[in-house]
């Protein structure tokens, strides 16, 4: 997974796979998923981060895994 983080236009980017995007969905406002040929989520776009997450979870990203 890798996450690109645009200050610029305040929005982070997880990019789940490699594999080549051939369709986009935005399923709310400013949220938009990103899939493959076999049509699986490889990727997601959030925009407008700072209104939708709380200032001191921006600035640490940590990952889970149950």
């Keep these: 997974m ?3 983080l645009d200050p610029e236009v ?3 980017y997880l990019r ?3 594999s080549s995007i051939v369709e986009s969905e ?3 406002p400013g949220i938009v ?3 493959n040929a076999d049509n699986q989520v490889v ?3 959030i925009l ?3 209104d ?3 200032l001191a979870n921006l600035q640490q990203i940590q990952f889970e895994v149950a």
Excluded: N, T, Y
């Design 2 to 4: 890798k996450v690109h």
């Design 10 to 12: 305040d929005a982070r």
């Design 16 to 18: 789940l796979d490699d």
């Design 26 to 28: 935005e399923v709310r």
């Design 33 to 35: 998923r990103d899939f």
């Design 43 to 45: 990727g997601i776009d």
């Design 48 to 50: 407008k981060v700072k």
């Design 52 to 54: 939708r997450v709380p």
